[in-house]
């Protein structure tokens, strides 16, 4: 498995990370399931604080028992959960109590990667930054970071100070990053980690359906063109490999069964010419609504 230094913040972590925020089943599966991908390499685990009310904290904690230190863990901060639901505070207080309960869920005395989950132009940006700043300091987190898809947002964070990654939704079905924000964080040694390389599994082998603005009978025809040039699975993820702004590829993994495909996706490398020509053949989009 190739490993990757996630921007200039010395954390190393796998080119193939593992999503955990489709886990389920006994503690015993997953177990199992995290185990396994351990044993093959992948060393970024991420999660949520929100994930399953904070049980998938409790389970990826369980899971990796005994082989902490060999991992990356990445969570992330910024809802707090009450009698109405999930509510979004990203407020310097919240982040300085959420980190103690993550910490504690995943039995760590540190987290790797600490990341607001989402963000907006209107939230106390520089109380936020202190709060990240002070952990840091404290040994509580090793570093920081926003998982965010809003362009606007990003700038106005890099224009602050320089977080140790991003995390941002990037596939073959998904290059809006492309546009305005692959090269921009790139150049500012600002590690990507991509979600959803797989756009929910349409480029793993399930049925077309429409997705952000492909019609289904787009999607149709693309899955075709990527079937006629090899496995789309390894084509997927080969793509945002070889992109130099990817720090880390995070597929959502659920069973051993997907885990396996990805591996074995993962480790069959298409022809270079396939990368360099696909990405002719899908077009781009732009972001519009979430700016």
Not at 170 to 182: I, Q, T, V
Request: proline share 3%; aromatic share 6%; charged share 25%.
């Amino acid at each position: 498995m190739e490993l990757e230094t996630v921007g200039n913040s010395g954390i190393v972590v796998s080119k193939l990370g593992f999503g955990c925020m489709s886990l389920e089943g006994s503690q015993k599966y997953i177990t199992n399931l995290i185990r396994k991908a351990v044993d093959h390499g992948i060393t970024l685990f991420d999660t949520a604080d929100m994930y399953d009310q904070g049980q998938n904290e409790v389970w990826l904690g369980n899971a990796l028992a005994g082989v902490r230190d060999e991992v990356v863990l990445a969570t992330k901060v910024g809802h707090n959960w009450g009698a109405e639901g999930y509510t979004w505070d990203p407020s310097y207080d919240s982040i300085i109590k959420g980190v103690e309960g993550s910490l504690r869920r995943l039995q760590t005395d540190h987290i790797d990667l600490y990341q607001l989950h989402g963000g907006t132009l209107e939230d106390p940006i520089d109380d936020l930054i202190r709060a990240m700043e002070e952990l840091k300091k404290s040994g509580k987190i090793r570093e920081w970071g926003i998982s965010s898809i809003r362009p606007n947002v990003i700038r106005e964070y890099l224009h602050r100070t320089k977080p140790a990654a991003i995390m941002m939704q990037y596939s073959l079905f998904d290059r809006r990053p492309e546009e305005e924000c692959l090269d921009l964080l790139h150049k500012n040694n600002i590690g990507v980690l991509a979600r959803g390389p797989i756009a929910k599994g349409l480029l793993a082998g399930k049925a077309p359906r429409a997705y952000l603005d492909h019609s289904d009978e787009e999607i149709k025809n693309y899955q075709k063109i990527l079937r006629s040039l090899g496995d789309p699975l390894s084509i997927a993820l080969d793509y945002l490999r070889e992109n130099k702004a990817v720090s880390s590829s995070v597929v959502g993994i659920r069973t051993v069964e997907q885990l396996d495909q990805i591996i074995h996706a993962w480790d069959h490398k298409p022809h270079d010419s396939i990368t360099k020509k696909i990405a002719g053949l899908i077009p781009a989009s732009l972001y519009t609504n979430h700016r």
